[in-house]
Protein backbone atom coordinates (compact mmCIF):
# COMPACT_ATOMS: atom_id res chain seq x y z
CA UNK A 1 0.00 0.00 0.00
CA UNK A 2 3.13 1.68 -0.91
CA UNK A 3 1.22 4.23 -3.08
CA UNK A 4 -1.37 5.70 -1.17
CA UNK A 5 -1.41 8.42 1.10
CA UNK A 6 -3.47 8.39 3.98
CA UNK A 7 -5.32 10.83 5.46
CA UNK A 8 -8.35 12.35 7.60
CA UNK A 9 -12.04 12.98 6.14
CA UNK A 10 -13.44 16.20 6.04
CA UNK A 11 -16.64 17.53 4.26
CA UNK A 12 -13.82 19.14 1.37
CA UNK A 13 -14.04 15.10 0.40
CA UNK A 14 -18.07 14.58 -0.16
CA UNK A 15 -17.93 14.98 -3.51
CA UNK A 16 -15.40 12.36 -4.04
CA UNK A 17 -17.40 10.45 -1.32
CA UNK A 18 -20.38 10.76 -3.08
CA UNK A 19 -18.89 9.31 -6.53
CA UNK A 20 -17.69 6.10 -4.88
CA UNK A 21 -20.60 5.41 -2.70
CA UNK A 22 -22.65 6.14 -5.69
CA UNK A 23 -20.53 3.55 -7.93
CA UNK A 24 -20.47 1.18 -5.22
CA UNK A 25 -24.38 1.27 -4.82
CA UNK A 26 -24.74 0.57 -8.66
CA UNK A 27 -22.25 -2.34 -8.43
CA UNK A 28 -24.39 -3.86 -5.57
CA UNK A 29 -28.21 -2.80 -7.60
CA UNK A 30 -26.61 -5.14 -10.12
CA UNK A 31 -27.46 -7.76 -7.50
CA UNK A 32 -30.01 -6.09 -5.85
CA UNK A 33 -32.27 -4.46 -8.46
CA UNK A 34 -34.36 -2.73 -5.72
CA UNK A 35 -31.01 -0.96 -4.22
CA UNK A 36 -31.62 1.16 -7.50
CA UNK A 37 -33.52 3.25 -5.34
CA UNK A 38 -34.64 7.02 -5.65
CA UNK A 39 -32.11 7.70 -2.79
CA UNK A 40 -29.31 6.83 -5.08
CA UNK A 41 -29.37 10.76 -6.18
CA UNK A 42 -26.60 12.51 -5.79
CA UNK A 43 -28.35 15.42 -3.66
CA UNK A 44 -29.57 12.78 -1.24
CA UNK A 45 -26.37 10.98 -0.75
CA UNK A 46 -24.32 14.28 -0.76
CA UNK A 47 -26.92 15.46 2.08
CA UNK A 48 -26.63 11.94 3.69
CA UNK A 49 -22.88 12.09 3.79
CA UNK A 50 -22.79 15.96 4.92
CA UNK A 51 -25.20 14.91 7.57
CA UNK A 52 -22.67 11.55 9.10
CA UNK A 53 -20.19 14.63 9.11
CA UNK A 54 -21.73 17.30 10.46
CA UNK A 55 -22.75 14.90 13.33
CA UNK A 56 -19.78 15.38 15.48
CA UNK A 57 -19.03 12.15 15.75
CA UNK A 58 -17.91 10.93 12.45
CA UNK A 59 -14.10 9.98 12.39
CA UNK A 60 -12.88 8.59 9.41
CA UNK A 61 -9.78 8.37 7.12
CA UNK A 62 -9.58 8.45 2.84
CA UNK A 63 -6.61 6.74 0.96
CA UNK A 64 -5.47 9.04 -2.03
CA UNK A 65 -3.75 7.89 -4.80
CA UNK A 66 -2.66 10.16 -7.84
CA UNK A 67 -4.13 13.04 -6.12
CA UNK A 68 -7.88 11.02 -6.12
CA UNK A 69 -9.97 9.55 -3.60
CA UNK A 70 -9.92 6.05 -3.54
CA UNK A 71 -11.85 4.63 -0.79
CA UNK A 72 -12.82 6.15 2.81
CA UNK A 73 -13.76 4.84 5.91
CA UNK A 74 -16.03 6.74 8.27
CA UNK A 75 -16.97 5.24 11.49
CA UNK A 76 -19.83 7.24 14.30
CA UNK A 77 -18.49 7.32 17.70
CA UNK A 78 -21.51 6.41 20.01
CA UNK A 79 -20.83 6.47 23.87
CA UNK A 80 -23.53 5.01 26.11
CA UNK A 81 -23.53 4.33 29.97
CA UNK A 82 -24.72 0.77 28.83
CA UNK A 83 -22.65 -0.22 25.99
CA UNK A 84 -19.67 1.79 26.75
CA UNK A 85 -17.62 3.72 23.71
CA UNK A 86 -17.98 1.81 20.59
CA UNK A 87 -17.79 2.62 16.60
CA UNK A 88 -20.22 1.93 14.63
CA UNK A 89 -19.47 2.24 10.45
CA UNK A 90 -22.45 2.35 8.56
CA UNK A 91 -23.85 1.08 5.40
CA UNK A 92 -22.47 4.70 3.73
CA UNK A 93 -19.68 4.42 5.83
CA UNK A 94 -17.06 2.80 3.22
CA UNK A 95 -16.27 2.52 -0.09
CA UNK A 96 -13.72 2.28 -2.54
CA UNK A 97 -13.07 2.59 -6.43
CA UNK A 98 -13.87 -0.31 -8.87
CA UNK A 99 -10.58 -1.93 -9.51
CA UNK A 100 -9.02 -1.36 -5.90
CA UNK A 101 -8.06 -4.22 -4.30
CA UNK A 102 -9.94 -5.44 -0.89
CA UNK A 103 -7.01 -5.08 0.83
CA UNK A 104 -7.59 -1.08 0.68
CA UNK A 105 -10.57 -1.96 3.11
CA UNK A 106 -8.20 -3.22 5.23
CA UNK A 107 -5.14 -0.51 5.16
CA UNK A 108 -8.15 2.13 5.68
CA UNK A 109 -9.09 -0.05 8.94
CA UNK A 110 -5.99 -0.19 10.11
CA UNK A 111 -5.23 3.95 10.16
CA UNK A 112 -8.81 4.88 11.16
CA UNK A 113 -8.96 2.50 13.93
CA UNK A 114 -5.75 4.04 15.68
CA UNK A 115 -7.90 7.19 15.84
CA UNK A 116 -10.97 5.58 17.39
CA UNK A 117 -8.63 3.50 20.33
CA UNK A 118 -6.93 7.03 20.99
CA UNK A 119 -10.68 7.84 21.97
CA UNK A 120 -11.46 4.84 24.20
CA UNK A 121 -13.19 3.39 21.45
CA UNK A 122 -11.98 -0.70 21.48
CA UNK A 123 -15.70 -1.65 19.87
CA UNK A 124 -16.44 -1.67 16.06
CA UNK A 125 -19.04 -2.71 14.34
CA UNK A 126 -19.74 -2.10 10.49
CA UNK A 127 -22.58 -2.90 7.81
CA UNK A 128 -21.01 -4.55 4.79
CA UNK A 129 -22.92 -4.53 1.73
CA UNK A 130 -22.61 -7.99 0.40
CA UNK A 131 -22.95 -7.62 -3.38
CA UNK A 132 -19.21 -6.81 -3.86
CA UNK A 133 -17.72 -9.43 -2.11
CA UNK A 134 -14.11 -7.24 -0.86
CA UNK A 135 -16.28 -5.96 1.88
CA UNK A 136 -17.15 -9.09 3.29
CA UNK A 137 -13.45 -10.52 2.76
CA UNK A 138 -11.85 -7.63 3.85
CA UNK A 139 -13.79 -7.04 7.38
CA UNK A 140 -13.65 -11.18 7.74
CA UNK A 141 -9.60 -11.01 7.83
CA UNK A 142 -9.60 -8.11 9.91
CA UNK A 143 -11.18 -10.62 12.63
CA UNK A 144 -14.91 -8.91 12.47
CA UNK A 145 -17.80 -11.62 12.70
CA UNK A 146 -21.45 -11.69 11.82
CA UNK A 147 -23.98 -10.54 14.20
CA UNK A 148 -26.74 -9.06 12.81
CA UNK A 149 -28.31 -9.80 9.07
CA UNK A 150 -30.33 -7.29 7.07
CA UNK A 151 -32.91 -8.99 4.25
CA UNK A 152 -35.35 -8.28 1.98
CA UNK A 153 -38.46 -9.67 0.41
CA UNK A 154 -39.72 -9.05 -2.66
CA UNK A 155 -43.06 -9.26 -2.00
CA UNK A 156 -44.11 -10.70 -6.25
CA UNK A 157 -42.12 -13.55 -5.44
CA UNK A 158 -43.41 -14.29 -2.20
CA UNK A 159 -44.94 -18.27 -2.19
CA UNK A 160 -47.36 -18.53 0.82
CA UNK A 161 -47.01 -21.68 3.09
CA UNK A 162 -49.97 -23.94 3.70
CA UNK A 163 -52.02 -21.87 6.80
CA UNK A 164 -52.37 -23.82 9.92
CA UNK A 165 -55.32 -23.64 12.22
CA UNK A 166 -54.80 -20.06 12.85
CA UNK A 167 -57.06 -17.00 12.92
CA UNK A 168 -55.46 -13.86 12.43
CA UNK A 169 -56.42 -10.19 13.37
CA UNK A 170 -55.96 -6.77 13.73
CA UNK A 171 -54.44 -5.78 16.82
CA UNK A 172 -56.53 -2.69 18.25
CA UNK A 173 -56.46 -0.41 21.10
CA UNK A 174 -57.71 -2.85 23.23
CA UNK A 175 -54.89 -5.31 23.09
CA UNK A 176 -52.35 -3.64 25.39
CA UNK A 177 -52.16 -6.73 27.96
CA UNK A 178 -51.40 -9.06 25.23
CA UNK A 179 -48.75 -6.68 23.32
CA UNK A 180 -46.97 -6.18 27.23
CA UNK A 181 -46.99 -10.51 27.26
CA UNK A 182 -45.50 -10.39 23.36
CA UNK A 183 -43.09 -8.23 24.90
CA UNK A 184 -40.49 -10.26 26.09
CA UNK A 185 -40.49 -13.06 23.62
CA UNK A 186 -37.45 -12.01 21.46
CA UNK A 187 -35.53 -10.74 24.44
CA UNK A 188 -36.25 -14.25 26.35
CA UNK A 189 -35.74 -15.88 23.15
CA UNK A 190 -32.53 -14.31 22.38
CA UNK A 191 -31.35 -14.90 25.90
CA UNK A 192 -30.54 -18.53 25.65
CA UNK A 193 -27.75 -20.46 23.68
CA UNK A 194 -26.22 -19.87 21.13
CA UNK A 195 -27.32 -16.10 21.26
CA UNK A 196 -26.86 -15.64 24.83
CA UNK A 197 -28.07 -11.53 25.04
CA UNK A 198 -28.29 -10.21 28.39
CA UNK A 199 -31.68 -9.01 29.42
CA UNK A 200 -31.73 -6.07 31.18
CA UNK A 201 -34.83 -5.17 33.46
CA UNK A 202 -34.50 -2.01 32.08
CA UNK A 203 -35.02 -2.51 29.17
CA UNK A 204 -37.41 -5.41 28.98
CA UNK A 205 -39.76 -2.16 30.44
CA UNK A 206 -39.30 0.06 28.10
CA UNK A 207 -39.62 -2.77 25.39
CA UNK A 208 -43.39 -3.50 26.43
CA UNK A 209 -44.18 0.13 26.80
CA UNK A 210 -43.01 0.58 23.03
CA UNK A 211 -45.24 -2.64 22.24
CA UNK A 212 -48.23 -0.33 24.34
CA UNK A 213 -47.19 2.86 22.27
CA UNK A 214 -47.32 0.81 19.25
CA UNK A 215 -51.27 -0.02 19.31
CA UNK A 216 -51.66 3.95 19.56
CA UNK A 217 -49.61 4.80 16.73
CA UNK A 218 -51.36 5.20 13.20
CA UNK A 219 -48.45 4.32 11.02
CA UNK A 220 -47.79 0.93 13.04
CA UNK A 221 -49.95 -2.22 11.99
CA UNK A 222 -49.70 -5.21 14.28
CA UNK A 223 -51.00 -8.66 13.69
CA UNK A 224 -52.32 -11.17 16.40
CA UNK A 225 -52.20 -14.74 15.43
CA UNK A 226 -54.51 -16.84 17.78
CA UNK A 227 -55.92 -20.08 18.49
CA UNK A 228 -58.68 -21.28 20.34
CA UNK A 229 -59.78 -17.92 21.06
CA UNK A 230 -55.44 -16.72 22.78
CA UNK A 231 -52.91 -14.80 21.33
CA UNK A 232 -50.06 -16.43 20.49
CA UNK A 233 -48.28 -14.81 18.19
CA UNK A 234 -47.61 -11.63 16.23
CA UNK A 235 -45.91 -9.48 13.76
CA UNK A 236 -45.46 -6.20 14.19
CA UNK A 237 -44.97 -3.19 10.74
CA UNK A 238 -43.96 -0.31 9.87
CA UNK A 239 -43.41 1.76 6.47
CA UNK A 240 -39.80 1.91 6.02
CA UNK A 241 -37.38 5.00 5.94
CA UNK A 242 -36.34 5.84 2.98
CA UNK A 243 -32.30 5.34 2.45
CA UNK A 244 -29.32 3.72 0.43
CA UNK A 245 -29.63 0.40 1.39
CA UNK A 246 -33.93 0.44 1.85
CA UNK A 247 -36.12 -0.32 -1.59
CA UNK A 248 -38.64 1.93 -2.47
CA UNK A 249 -42.52 0.79 -1.63
CA UNK A 250 -40.57 -1.04 1.51
CA UNK A 251 -42.36 -1.41 4.82
CA UNK A 252 -40.57 -2.83 7.54
CA UNK A 253 -41.38 -6.48 9.53
CA UNK A 254 -40.23 -4.78 12.64
CA UNK A 255 -40.60 -6.92 15.15
CA UNK A 256 -42.03 -10.98 15.57
CA UNK A 257 -42.92 -13.53 17.95
CA UNK A 258 -44.72 -16.86 18.68
CA UNK A 259 -45.10 -17.76 22.37
CA UNK A 260 -43.52 -20.57 23.85
CA UNK A 261 -45.29 -23.39 23.87
CA UNK A 262 -46.83 -22.43 19.84
CA UNK A 263 -43.53 -22.60 17.99
CA UNK A 264 -42.89 -24.69 15.19
CA UNK A 265 -47.23 -25.22 14.67
CA UNK A 266 -47.20 -23.20 11.69
CA UNK A 267 -48.15 -19.99 13.88
CA UNK A 268 -45.62 -17.64 11.75
CA UNK A 269 -46.04 -19.01 8.56
CA UNK A 270 -49.94 -18.37 8.98
CA UNK A 271 -48.64 -14.29 10.00
CA UNK A 272 -46.15 -13.91 7.21
CA UNK A 273 -48.78 -15.00 4.26
CA UNK A 274 -51.80 -12.74 6.05
CA UNK A 275 -48.67 -9.71 6.39
CA UNK A 276 -47.45 -10.16 2.95
CA UNK A 277 -51.31 -9.98 1.62
CA UNK A 278 -51.62 -7.03 3.52
CA UNK A 279 -48.64 -5.24 2.91
CA UNK A 280 -49.08 -5.95 -0.85
CA UNK A 281 -52.80 -4.79 -0.62
CA UNK A 282 -51.46 -1.65 0.89
CA UNK A 283 -49.25 -0.99 -2.28
CA UNK A 284 -46.05 -1.90 -0.88
CA UNK A 285 -43.66 -4.10 -3.26
CA UNK A 286 -40.70 -4.95 -0.51
CA UNK A 287 -40.40 -5.57 2.93
CA UNK A 288 -37.34 -5.83 5.03
CA UNK A 289 -36.23 -7.25 8.47
CA UNK A 290 -33.35 -8.24 10.03
CA UNK A 291 -32.04 -10.54 12.44
CA UNK A 292 -29.55 -12.11 15.35
CA UNK A 293 -27.18 -14.71 13.02
CA UNK A 294 -26.93 -16.76 16.36
CA UNK A 295 -31.24 -16.81 16.63
CA UNK A 296 -31.36 -20.51 15.41
CA UNK A 297 -34.94 -20.25 15.00
CA UNK A 298 -35.04 -16.43 13.12
CA UNK A 299 -31.87 -17.41 10.62
CA UNK A 300 -33.96 -20.36 9.87
CA UNK A 301 -36.93 -19.16 9.41
CA UNK A 302 -36.58 -15.55 8.03
CA UNK A 303 -34.39 -16.97 4.60
CA UNK A 304 -37.42 -20.06 4.44
CA UNK A 305 -40.05 -17.10 3.68
CA UNK A 306 -37.76 -15.63 0.88
CA UNK A 307 -35.86 -13.00 2.66
CA UNK A 308 -32.84 -12.43 0.87
CA UNK A 309 -29.53 -11.11 2.99
CA UNK A 310 -28.04 -7.59 1.64
CA UNK A 311 -25.94 -6.48 4.41
CA UNK A 312 -24.64 -7.76 7.56
CA UNK A 313 -23.76 -6.16 10.44
CA UNK A 314 -20.15 -7.31 11.48
CA UNK A 315 -18.55 -6.93 15.00
CA UNK A 316 -15.03 -6.68 16.53
CA UNK A 317 -13.93 -6.21 20.17
CA UNK A 318 -10.36 -5.56 20.54
CA UNK A 319 -8.88 -6.48 23.64
CA UNK A 320 -9.41 -3.76 26.63
CA UNK A 321 -5.54 -4.72 28.13
CA UNK A 322 -4.29 -3.37 25.14
CA UNK A 323 -4.85 0.13 26.42
CA UNK A 324 -1.81 -0.79 28.52
CA UNK A 325 -0.41 -3.50 27.18
CA UNK A 326 1.14 -1.77 24.00
CA UNK A 327 4.67 -1.24 22.53
CA UNK A 328 4.78 2.55 24.57
CA UNK A 329 4.07 1.55 27.53
CA UNK A 330 7.77 2.20 29.84
CA UNK A 331 7.13 -1.43 31.70
CA UNK A 332 7.26 -3.00 28.05
CA UNK A 333 9.87 -0.95 26.82
CA UNK A 334 12.38 -2.67 28.65
CA UNK A 335 11.71 -5.99 27.19
C1 LIG B 1 -39.00 -17.15 14.50
C2 LIG B 1 -40.45 -17.42 14.95
C3 LIG B 1 -41.22 -16.10 14.93
C4 LIG B 1 -41.08 -18.38 13.94
O1 LIG B 1 -42.42 -18.57 14.32
P1 LIG B 1 -43.07 -20.03 14.46
O2 LIG B 1 -44.50 -19.82 14.83
O3 LIG B 1 -42.24 -20.89 15.32
O4 LIG B 1 -42.95 -20.50 12.93
P2 LIG B 1 -43.71 -21.65 12.13
O5 LIG B 1 -44.14 -22.75 13.03
O6 LIG B 1 -44.78 -21.05 11.30
O7 LIG B 1 -42.56 -22.11 11.12
C5 LIG B 1 -41.60 -22.92 11.64
C6 LIG B 1 -40.41 -22.98 10.71
O8 LIG B 1 -39.48 -22.00 11.12
C7 LIG B 1 -38.20 -22.60 11.31
N1 LIG B 1 -37.91 -22.65 12.75
C8 LIG B 1 -38.69 -22.18 13.75
N2 LIG B 1 -38.06 -22.36 14.93
C9 LIG B 1 -36.89 -22.95 14.68
C10 LIG B 1 -35.80 -23.37 15.49
N3 LIG B 1 -35.82 -23.20 16.83
N4 LIG B 1 -34.74 -23.94 14.91
C11 LIG B 1 -34.70 -24.10 13.57
N5 LIG B 1 -35.73 -23.72 12.74
C12 LIG B 1 -36.79 -23.14 13.29
C13 LIG B 1 -38.30 -23.99 10.72
O9 LIG B 1 -38.03 -23.88 9.34
C14 LIG B 1 -39.76 -24.31 10.92
O10 LIG B 1 -40.26 -25.23 10.01
P3 LIG B 1 -40.30 -26.78 10.46
O11 LIG B 1 -40.86 -26.81 11.85
O12 LIG B 1 -41.17 -27.40 9.43
O13 LIG B 1 -38.88 -27.22 10.41
C15 LIG B 1 -40.50 -18.07 16.32
O14 LIG B 1 -39.67 -19.20 16.33
C16 LIG B 1 -40.15 -17.20 17.50
O15 LIG B 1 -41.00 -16.49 18.06
N6 LIG B 1 -38.88 -17.20 17.96
C17 LIG B 1 -38.47 -16.48 19.14
C18 LIG B 1 -38.54 -14.98 18.97
C19 LIG B 1 -37.77 -14.54 17.77
O16 LIG B 1 -36.64 -14.93 17.58
N7 LIG B 1 -38.40 -13.70 16.95
C20 LIG B 1 -37.82 -13.21 15.74
C21 LIG B 1 -36.89 -12.10 16.02
S1 LIG B 1 -36.08 -11.55 14.55
Not at 169 to 187: F, N, P, Q
Request: aromatic letters at 10%; one cysteine or more.
Amino acid sequence: MEDYLFRTITDQDISSMVDLLMRRQEHESQLFPFLKNSFLQMERISGRLREMLASGSALGVGAIQNGQLVGYLVGMIRIDTRSGRCVAIPYEGAAISAGQPAELIRHLYAEASVLWLERGCFTHSAYVPLADSSYLDAFSRLSFGIEQVYAVLDLEEYRPFRNANVEIRLATKEDGDVMARMSSIISKYQNTAPAFMPVFPEVLADIREGFRRSLEDPDTVVLLAEKDGQAVGFHMYDTASPGVMVPDHCVELVVAGTLEGYRRCGVGQSLMNAGCRMMREKGYRYMTTDWRITNLASSTFWPKCGFRPLAYRMARVIDPNYAWANVNNPCIQQF
